[in-house]
C-alpha cells in the first residue's frame, strides 16, 4: 500500500494504481473531467503507475496545466483527421500554445482556409469514436521503424535517442505520434472545438528550411465556452493595435523596414507622455536615469556571457577592423556605469533607470505589429544592492510595479522561471536566489506559478504576466536576480567594515518594450485612451464659419491651460464633425455656436457618456485637469 496526499487528505491505495484511477475513486465527475496530474509538484500523464508515497494534485480544464493537456489531446485529433483526409502527410509537431494549439503539416499540395470545415467534421467524427489514448515506448532503433517514412519524427528520434532512454509513442485508433504528453484519457474528452487559422510556418522556425502549412485551433469542455471565446476573438479583431495604430495615425509599418515601426506624431504624444509617466514614478522611488551607447564593442558582450549565449539573436558590424555588437539589451552598459567610479555601501540600493534602444534579429514570420518588433526601447532599470538588502529590494519592485499596473487598470499574474540548462554560475548561487524571490514574494502575499528552466542565463526571474480587459495576457514587467555579472564585470563597494564586497543586482522592467506595451494598452482601451493618455484630449468644433473667431479663443485658453486641443473650422454640418472626432476616439467635443458665444460657455460632449450640457470654460479645464491628475480611467 502507499499513502497519496491530495490536497492535506491522506488515502491509502494499491501500489501502481494511476491518477485516472484516484480520480475514479472520488468520483466520476472529477475522472470525466481529469485532463492530467501533477505528482510531487510534476506534471504527468493521467495513466502514470503510482510507486510510492506521494502529494497528488488531478488538473482539470480549469488549471493552466490541465488545458495544455486537454488542447494536446485536440492537435492530435487535428493531425489524425488531416491524415484521414490527404494520406501521406508528413507530420512535424503539434504542441499546446497559450491560446489553443496547432499542427504543422507538409503536404504535396498545401491546405487552404476552405479545408478548414472539413477537417473540424473529420475531427468531431473522431471525437465521437471515443478512442483511448494509449502511451507506449519503444527502444530508439523500433521508434525509427514506427515513424518511417516520416522524416521530422526521424529528426526528433535521432535527436532524443542519444541519452539512451526509450522513445514515449501515443497512439489513438489508427493515429500514432511521437509524444511525451501528458493526454487525456480519450478523444470523447474533448467537446467543442474550432479550428481557426491556417499559416506558413518554417521547420522549427529556419527560414533555410522547409515552408509548413501551420493550423491552429482551440477547443474547449463546453460548447458556451467555444462561444464565448469566438465573441471574444471578434472583439479582438475589432480592438487589432495594427487596424487602430494605422486610424488613429498612431504609428505605421513599411515593407522597406521589416520589424521597424514608424511613429507618427499622435504616436509620439502617446509615446512621450507614457515616457512622462515613467519617469514620474521612477523619480518618485529614487532612481538615476542614465543613458548607454547602442554599440559597444565584442569583448564587453563577450565578458557579459551575451556573445556566447545570445549573438544569435544581436546585430553585429565591423568598426576600425574590431567587431561591435548593437546591443540587444542595456545590461553591460550599466554595468560600465556602474564601474566608472568608487561606490560605498552608504549608496546602496543604487536604482540605476534607462530607456534604452535595443536591436534584435527576430525571424521575419515572428514580427507581428508593436507586439514582435526588431527595435524598441526597453524601460530597463538596473538596481545594485548588498545581500542583505535583496528581500526589500525586490519588494519594493514589487510595489512599483503595483502603482504602474493599476493606473491602466491592469491585473496580472507571477511567474518565477528557474534555472536552464544554458546558464552561468553554481547551482548553490541559482538555488539560493530562487528562494529570495519565492521569499519576497509570498511575504507580500501574492501567489506565483514555476516556470522551470525558463530562467535568463545569468539568473533566475520573476515575469509578471499582465491581463487587460478580454482577458488576454502579455508578459511585460520581469524583476531578474543577478550574481553572475556584477562578478563578470568585477563590480565593488566599500562595506561598513572598509573591506571590497561584490553587489547583487537586480535587472528589471515594467512596461518591457515601450513600442509592445503601446500595443497592449490600445487593444486594452480599444483605443479609447484615458483623458490623460489621449493625443488629443478635446476638439472644438464651431457650427459655422461666424463662429470660427470664439472657437480660435477658446482653443487657445485651453491649449495655454495645458490641454492637447485640436480646432476644427472645416466647412461640414456640426453632427459630421461629432461622429468624426467620435471615430477618432477624442475624449471630448466642444461645441460653440450662437448660444455658446452669448453666455460665454460651451456645449461638452464625452466620447461615451454623450452629452454632458453647457460649460464655461474655466469649469471644463477644471475638470479636465482633475482628470488628468488622478489618472481617471473612464
Given at each position: 500500500?502507499i499513502?497519496?496526499?491530495?490536497?492535506?487528505?491522506?488515502?491509502?491505495?494499491?501500489?501502481?494504481v494511476?491518477?485516472?484511477?484516484?480520480?475514479?475513486?472520488?468520483?466520476?465527475?472529477?475522472?470525466?473531467?481529469?485532463?492530467?496530474?501533477?505528482?510531487d509538484?510534476?506534471?504527468?500523464?493521467?495513466?502514470?503507475?503510482?510507486?510510492?508515497d506521494c502529494?497528488?494534485?488531478?488538473?482539470?480544464?480549469?488549471?493552466?496545466?490541465?488545458?495544455?493537456?486537454?488542447?494536446?489531446?485536440?492537435s492530435?485529433?487535428?493531425?489524425?483527421a488531416?491524415?484521414?483526409?490527404r494520406?501521406?502527410?508528413?507530420?512535424?509537431?503539434?504542441?499546446?500554445?497559450?491560446?489553443?494549439?496547432?499542427?504543422?503539416?507538409?503536404?504535396?499540395?498545401?491546405?487552404?482556409?476552405?479545408?478548414?470545415?472539413?477537417?473540424?467534421?473529420?475531427?468531431?467524427?473522431?471525437?465521437?469514436?471515443?478512442?483511448?489514448?494509449?502511451?507506449y515506448?519503444?527502444?530508439?532503433?523500433a521508434?525509427?521503424?514506427?515513424?518511417?517514412?516520416?522524416?521530422?519524427?526521424?529528426?526528433?528520434?535521432?535527436?532524443?535517442?542519444?541519452?539512451?532512454?526509450?522513445?514515449s509513442?501515443?497512439?489513438?485508433?489508427?493515429f500514432?505520434?511521437?509524444?511525451?504528453?501528458?493526454?487525456?484519457?480519450?478523444?470523447?474528452?474533448?467537446?467543442?472545438?474550432?479550428?481557426?487559422?491556417?499559416?506558413?510556418?518554417?521547420?522549427?522556425?529556419?527560414?533555410?528550411?522547409?515552408?509548413?502549412?501551420?493550423v491552429?485551433?482551440?477547443?474547449?469542455?463546453?460548447?458556451?465556452?467555444?462561444?464565448e471565446h469566438?465573441?471574444?476573438?471578434e472583439?479582438?479583431?475589432?480592438?487589432?493595435?495594427?487596424k487602430?495604430?494605422?486610424?488613429?495615425g498612431?504609428?505605421m509599418?513599411?515593407?522597406?523596414?521589416?520589424?521597424?515601426?514608424?511613429f507618427l506624431?499622435?504616436g509620439?504624444?502617446?509615446?512621450?507622455t507614457?515616457?512622462?509617466?515613467?519617469r514620474?514614478?521612477h523619480?518618485?522611488?529614487?532612481?538615476?536615469?542614465?543613458?548607454t551607447?547602442?554599440?559597444?564593442?565584442?569583448?564587453?558582450?563577450?565578458?557579459?556571457?551575451?556573445w556566447?549565449?545570445?549573438?544569435?539573436?544581436?546585430?553585429?558590424?565591423?568598426?576600425d577592423?574590431?567587431?561591435?555588437?548593437?546591443?540587444?539589451?542595456?545590461?553591460?552598459?550599466?554595468m560600465?556605469?556602474?564601474?566608472?567610479?568608487?561606490?560605498s555601501?552608504?549608496?546602496?540600493?543604487?536604482?540605476?533607470?534607462?530607456?534604452?534602444?535595443?536591436?534584435?534579429?527576430?525571424?521575419s514570420?515572428?514580427l507581428?505589429?508593436?507586439?514582435?518588433?526588431?527595435c524598441?526601447?526597453?524601460?530597463?532599470?538596473?538596481?545594485?544592492?548588498?545581500?542583505?538588502?535583496?528581500?526589500?529590494?525586490?519588494q519594493?519592485t514589487?510595489?512599483?510595479f503595483?502603482?504602474?499596473?493599476?493606473?491602466?487598470?491592469l491585473?496580472?499574474?507571477?511567474?518565477?522561471?528557474?534555472?536552464?540548462?544554458?546558464?552561468?554560475?553554481?547551482?548553490?548561487?541559482?538555488e539560493?536566489?530562487?528562494?529570495?524571490?519565492?521569499?519576497?514574494?509570498?511575504?507580500?502575499?501574492?501567489?506565483?506559478?514555476?516556470?522551470e528552466?525558463?530562467?535568463?542565463?545569468?539568473?533566475?526571474?520573476?515575469?509578471?504576466h499582465i491581463?487587460?480587459?478580454l482577458?488576454?495576457?502579455?508578459?511585460c514587467?520581469?524583476i531578474?536576480?543577478?550574481?553572475q555579472?556584477?562578478?563578470?564585470?568585477?563590480?565593488?563597494?566599500?562595506?561598513e567594515?572598509?573591506?571590497?564586497?561584490?553587489?547583487?543586482?537586480?535587472?528589471?522592467?515594467?512596461?518591457?518594450?515601450?513600442?509592445?506595451?503601446?500595443?497592449?494598452?490600445?487593444?486594452?482601451?480599444?483605443?479609447?485612451?484615458p483623458?490623460?493618455?489621449?493625443?488629443v484630449?478635446a476638439?472644438?468644433?464651431?457650427?459655422?464659419?461666424?463662429?470660427?473667431?470664439?472657437?480660435k479663443?477658446?482653443?487657445?485658453?485651453?491649449e495655454?491651460?495645458?490641454?492637447?486641443?485640436?480646432?476644427?473650422?472645416?466647412?461640414?454640418k456640426?453632427?459630421?464633425k461629432?461622429?468624426?472626432?467620435?471615430?477618432?476616439?477624442?475624449p471630448?467635443?466642444?461645441?460653440?455656436?450662437?448660444k455658446?458665444?452669448?453666455?460665454?460657455?460651451?456645449?461638452?460632449?464625452?466620447?461615451?457618456?454623450?452629452?454632458?450640457?453647457?460649460?464655461?470654460?474655466?469649469?471644463?479645464?477644471e475638470k479636465a485637469?482633475?482628470?488628468?491628475?488622478?489618472?481617471?480611467?473612464?
Amino acid at each position: 500500500m502507499i499513502t497519496i496526499d491530495l490536497k492535506g487528505q491522506p488515502k491509502e491505495f494499491e501500489a501502481g494504481v494511476t491518477p485516472a484511477d484516484v480520480a475514479k475513486s472520488i468520483g466520476m465527475g472529477l475522472y470525466k473531467s481529469a485532463c492530467a496530474a501533477r505528482v510531487d509538484g510534476e506534471v504527468c500523464d493521467l495513466r502514470t503507475p503510482l510507486t510510492q508515497d506521494c502529494a497528488l494534485e488531478i488538473l482539470t480544464f480549469d488549471h493552466a496545466e490541465g488545458k495544455k493537456a486537454y488542447w494536446h489531446t485536440t492537435s492530435h485529433i487535428l493531425a489524425q483527421a488531416v491524415q484521414r483526409l490527404r494520406p501521406g502527410t508528413k507530420f512535424a509537431i503539434g504542441p499546446a500554445i497559450d491560446s489553443g494549439f496547432y499542427y504543422d503539416f507538409d503536404l504535396e499540395n498545401p491546405l487552404s482556409p476552405d479545408d478548414l470545415p472539413k477537417i473540424e467534421e473529420e475531427m468531431k467524427k473522431i471525437i465521437k469514436e471515443n478512442s483511448p489514448l494509449e502511451r507506449y515506448e519503444l527502444e530508439p532503433q523500433a521508434a525509427r521503424e514506427e515513424m518511417a517514412g516520416q522524416d521530422y519524427k526521424l529528426e526528433l528520434i535521432d535527436e532524443h535517442s542519444g541519452n539512451g532512454e526509450k522513445i514515449s509513442f501515443y497512439r489513438q485508433n489508427d493515429f500514432t505520434d511521437l509524444c511525451a504528453g501528458p493526454h487525456l484519457i480519450s478523444t470523447g474528452g474533448v467537446k467543442a472545438v474550432k479550428l481557426t487559422a491556417i499559416t506558413g510556418a518554417y521547420w522549427r522556425g529556419d527560414a533555410t528550411k522547409k515552408m509548413l502549412t501551420r493550423v491552429y485551433g482551440i477547443s474547449f469542455p463546453k460548447a458556451a465556452q467555444l462561444e464565448e471565446h469566438l465573441q471574444m476573438l471578434e472583439e479582438a479583431k475589432k480592438r487589432d493595435h495594427r487596424k487602430l495604430g494605422k486610424e488613429l495615425g498612431l504609428f505605421m509599418l513599411r515593407d522597406e523596414a521589416p520589424g521597424f515601426p514608424f511613429f507618427l506624431p499622435k504616436g509620439m504624444v502617446l509615446k512621450n507622455t507614457l515616457l512622462d509617466y515613467w519617469r514620474e514614478v521612477h523619480k518618485k522611488y529614487g532612481y538615476l536615469e542614465i543613458s548607454t551607447p547602442i554599440m559597444l564593442n565584442r569583448a564587453l558582450w563577450e565578458r557579459s556571457g551575451h556573445w556566447d549565449h545570445y549573438k544569435d539573436n544581436m546585430y553585429t558590424t565591423v568598426i576600425d577592423e574590431i567587431n561591435f555588437g548593437v546591443k540587444p539589451m542595456n545590461c553591460p552598459g550599466g554595468m560600465l556605469v556602474y564601474a566608472n567610479e568608487p561606490h560605498s555601501y552608504r549608496e546602496l540600493p543604487l536604482r540605476v533607470g534607462e530607456i534604452g534602444l535595443v536591436h534584435r534579429h527576430e525571424l521575419s514570420g515572428t514580427l507581428h505589429g508593436l507586439f514582435r518588433v526588431r527595435c524598441f526601447s526597453q524601460d530597463d532599470a538596473h538596481i545594485f544592492m548588498t545581500r542583505e538588502q535583496m528581500l526589500d529590494v525586490i519588494q519594493e519592485t514589487v510595489r512599483l510595479f503595483d502603482e504602474v499596473y493599476s493606473t491602466f487598470g491592469l491585473s496580472y499574474t507571477i511567474e518565477l522561471s528557474t534555472m536552464p540548462e544554458d546558464h552561468i554560475g553554481t547551482v548553490e548561487e541559482w538555488e539560493h536566489n530562487q528562494d529570495v524571490l519565492k521569499e519576497a514574494i509570498t511575504g507580500m502575499g501574492k501567489d506565483f506559478v514555476i516556470n522551470e528552466g525558463d530562467g535568463a542565463f545569468y539568473g533566475p526571474k520573476l515575469d509578471f504576466h499582465i491581463a487587460d480587459c478580454l482577458g488576454r495576457t502579455w508578459q511585460c514587467g520581469t524583476i531578474q536576480l543577478d550574481s553572475q555579472l556584477p562578478e563578470r564585470f568585477q563590480l565593488e563597494y566599500t562595506g561598513e567594515d572598509g573591506q571590497k564586497h561584490r553587489p547583487v543586482m537586480i535587472h528589471r522592467v515594467v512596461l518591457g518594450s515601450i513600442e509592445r506595451f503601446i500595443g497592449v494598452i490600445t487593444e486594452h482601451f480599444a483605443g479609447k485612451f484615458p483623458l490623460w493618455l489621449s493625443p488629443v484630449q478635446a476638439v472644438v468644433l464651431p457650427i459655422s464659419e461666424r463662429h470660427h473667431e470664439y472657437a480660435k479663443a477658446l482653443t487657445a485658453q485651453l491649449e495655454k491651460a495645458g490641454l492637447r486641443v485640436e480646432c476644427d473650422l472645416r466647412s461640414e454640418k456640426i453632427g459630421y464633425k461629432i461622429r468624426e472626432a467620435q471615430v477618432q476616439q477624442v475624449p471630448y467635443m466642444l461645441v460653440a455656436g450662437d448660444k455658446e458665444i452669448e453666455t460665454a460657455n460651451l456645449s461638452v460632449r464625452h466620447r461615451k457618456e454623450g452629452d454632458l450640457g453647457a460649460m464655461s470654460a474655466e469649469e471644463f479645464i477644471e475638470k479636465a485637469q482633475e482628470e488628468i491628475r488622478t489618472r481617471k480611467i473612464q
